[in-house]
């Protein structure tokens, strides 16, 4: 378990930034046939690629309140919970899939980037909120839903995640940066 006293909030903040700019960066310089496109490594297409980035960034909210929950509760409580999250892996993989192709005909390259501005925002407000001690609880994930998934995870960890899922998932996009 990583300490998260040693966090580098700062680092986090910054690759937060990072991951905004590069992400407008792509959609801005995409053209509609680059969007279109199919990635390195996936079946969905750039556009339904940075849905997906986005979606991560979207599900750390969620991640942070029940970090919030479960550490009010035995930790065998999150076990268990992670453990039924993980046998239905298989479902989770399908929604996971299909989402994207379906989310992009309503997003769209334009909400898209407003709404990776409002995560990101979100993101920083609770990471500047967190002390020391909830930034070092915890609690079990679905290690099968996601390379980056630890069995245990502390609140910083979770913070960690975008950037990592972003980053993961950027190297699989066919576009440039527009740099």
Known sequence: MMNAIAMDRQAVHEDYERARQTFHRLLDSASEEELSSATHGTRWTNEQLLWHMLFGDMV??????????????PRSASRAFARVLDAATVPFDWVNYVGPRGAVKFYGPGRMGAAFDRVIDSLHRHLISETDARLARGTHCPVRWDP???????LADIYRYPTQHFDFHRRQLTLHDGD
Do not use: E, G, S
């Not at 750390?60 to 509760?73: A, P, Y």
């Not at 980056?148 to 995870?153: A, E, L, R, V």
């Open 60 to 73: 750390v909210l969620r991640l942070l309140l029940l970090v919030r929950v479960f550490h009010r509760l």
């Open 148 to 154: 980056f998934f630890k069995d245990f995870m502390t």
